[in-house]
C-alpha cells in the first residue's frame, strides 16, 4: 500500500520531497460513475500531516461527518485538526439561507474564507502552507443557483487568493455533468488555471473486479533551472480502491 500511495505522492506533488505547492492549482475531473473523491481524501491526509499546513475545504456535496469517518479509516482525526484550527470547513448544504441572493451567497462564502487565510496567516507568519480545497464544484452552480457568471466569478475570487497570499487551491469537478457552451467554458477555465490535472475514468476495456478505474495526471509545473524538466509530464495508473484507501499501480503490473 505504502509504494502505491508514494507513486500517487509523486505524482501529484503531495510527498514529504516535494516542494511547497504554495500557489499552485490543482483541478481533479471524475464523472458520476468513476468518483476521483478518493484523491481529495489523499490530499486531506497529506496537507494535515504536515505541522506547517493549513487547509479550508469548503464541500457543496457531503456534511463533516462525511469526511471525518472516511479520514479516521486513513489515520487523520479530522475532528481533532478542527479543534486545533488547523482544518477549517464550510458546509455549503447548511450555508446562507432561501433568501440569499445567488452574488451575496458566494461574496459571503468567498469573504469567510478570506477572512480564515488572514488569520492564519497572521497567526502563522508566510511559512504556513494553505490549502483551499472545493468539493465538488460541478454543484456551485446550484449554490448560484443556476448562474453562470455567478460561478465563474467565484472561481476567480478563489484564484486570486493562489497568488495574493499564496495559497494551494484544489477544485473536484464532475465533468460529464456539464452541457452546452457556457458550462463548457466552465471546465476549460479550470483546466487552463491548472498546474496538476487529474483525470479519473473508467477503464477503456470496460469493468474489472481488480482495477477500478485509469487515473492520469498531468503536472504542467516548470523548473526554470532545466529546459527539460520544464515539459509537461503525464503520469498514467490503475487504481483499486480499499477500505483504508487506494492502490495505485502502474496498467499491466497488478497482481
Known amino acids: 500500500m505504502e509504494k502505491s500511495w508514494n507513486l500517487l505522492d509523486e505524482a501529484l506533488g503531495t510527498s514529504k520531497e516535494s516542494s511547497s505547492r504554495k500557489g499552485s492549482v490543482m483541478v481533479i475531473e471524475d464523472s458520476v460513475e468513476t468518483s476521483g473523491a478518493f484523491v481529495i481524501h489523499h490530499i486531506l491526509k497529506r496537507t494535515l500531516s504536515s505541522p506547517h499546513s493549513s487547509l479550508i475545504f469548503i464541500s ?144 477503456a476495456t470496460g469493468l474489472a473486479t481488480d482495477v477500478h478505474g485509469q487515473l492520469t495526471i498531468l503536472n504542467k509545473s516548470t523548473d526554470n533551472t532545466s529546459k527539460k524538466n520544464s515539459m509537461n509530464k503525464v503520469h498514467n495508473y490503475h487504481f483499486k480502491i480499499k477500505e483504508n484507501g487506494v492502490e495505485c499501480f502502474y496498467p499491466g503490473t497488478h497482481i
Do not use: W
Not at 493562489?162 to 471546465?187: F, K, P, R, W
Open 60 to 203: 457543496l456535496s457531503h456534511p463533516f461527518s462525511h469526511y471525518d469517518r472516511i479520514l479516521r479509516k486513513l489515520g487523520c482525526n479530522l475532528a481533532a485538526h478542527k479543534d486545533n484550527r488547523r482544518f477549517f470547513f464550510f458546509d455549503m448544504l447548511m450555508f446562507g439561507s432561501s433568501e440569499d441572493t445567488a452574488r451575496g451567497l458566494l461574496i459571503q462564502l468567498y469573504g469567510k474564507i478570506q477572512k480564515v487565510v488572514e488569520d492564519i496567516a497572521s497567526s502563522h507568519g508566510s511559512s504556513e502552507d494553505i490549502t483551499i480545497v472545493l468539493d465538488d464544484f460541478s454543484l456551485i452552480e446550484v449554490a448560484a443557483k443556476g448562474s453562470f457568471n455567478h460561478s465563474l466569478d467565484f472561481l476567480r475570487y478563489c484564484y486570486t487568493l493562489t497568488s495574493e497570499a499564496g495559497c494551494a487551491l484544489v477544485i473536484l469537478n464532475h465533468e460529464d455533468i456539464y452541457h452546452g457552451d457556457q458550462n463548457s467554458t466552465l471546465v476549460l477555465q479550470m483546466e487552463y488555471l491548472a498546474n496538476i490535472l487529474v483525470k479519473v475514468e473508467s477503464l
